[in-house]
């Protein structure tokens, strides 16, 4: 059974950083699409940034440069480093993947979010 | 990228069918067909509830369909119930690896 377990978030101030990480079970984060998505309080969704399965990274537009995702297969996780942070990134963060049966712009499988919350 | 464009809300009484739209531009709804839509009840993880544009995971039931023309897509859930009360977001892949979702509606079954 696939299981993804967020981890990580906490309060940090403006300008600091955080790793956020992602256990995996049930499946390789190694030959899966891996995302991060976030929903501010009271708000949407918003699409973080995604891993390929060959671990090619791509992010949105606003988290580029300041965030990086990685995995590290050995231990079936992901991970999410953010720097820079503002207090627009306070949010849920999920990480999702679609697993080995739907396409990759379709995630089946969530955990439950880590709450990010950017303040002095 | 911005966001794709989904009504505030939408409401119906039990039993009737309901029709969320989701509109966006040439350079995502309408040159893809990796739309997908997403339930979300209060403080859940979101579900995914139809992926590529009208394809449907195990599980969901079939009153929910989706549908796509030109930049606009679509969800229609029939039947309504009241455990179909949430919020419902449509995503779509925009070209470049990238993905956008839609700003959420709220649905209200009365």
């Known amino acids: 059974e696939v299981h993804l377990v967020e981890s990580g978030g906490g309060v940090v101030q403006p300008g600091g950083s955080l790793r956020l990480s992602c256990a995996a079970s049930g499946f390789a984060v190694s030959s899966n699409y891996m995302t991060w998505v976030r929903q501010a309080p009271g708000k949407g969704l918003e699409w973080v940034s995604l891993?390929?399965?060959?671990?090619?990274?791509t992010y949105a537009d606003s988290m580029r440069g300041r965030f990086t995702i990685s995995r590290d297969n050995s231990k079936n996780m992901l991970y999410l480093q953010m720097n820079s942070l503002r207090a627009e990134d306070t949010a849920i963060y999920y990480c999702a993947t679609p697993g080995e049966h739907f396409p990759i712009w379709a995630f089946h499988y969530w955990g439950q979010g880590t709450l990010v919350t950017v303040s002095s | 990228q911005s966001a794709l464009t989904q009504p505030p809300s939408a409401s119906g009484s039990p039993g009737q069918s309901v029709t969320i739209s989701c509109t966006g531009t040439?350079?995502?709804?309408?040159?893809?067909?990796?739309v997908s839509w997403y339930q979300q009840h209060p403080g859940k993880a979101p579900r995914l509830m139809i992926y590529?544009?009208?394809g449907r995971p195990s599980g969901v039931p079939d009153r929910f369909s989706g549908s796509k023309s030109g930049n606009t897509a679509s969800l229609t859930v029939s039947g309504l119930q009241a455990e179909d009360e949430a919020d419902y977001y449509c995503?779509?892949?925009?070209?470049?690896?990238?993905?956008?979702f839609g700003g959420g509606t709220k649905l209200t079954v009365l």
């Open positions: 590529e544009v009208t």
């Open positions: 891993i390929y399965g060959s671990g090619v990274p």
């Open positions: 995503t779509s892949y925009a070209g470049n690896k990238n993905m956008v």
């Open positions: 040439s350079s995502d709804i309408g040159a893809h067909n990796y």
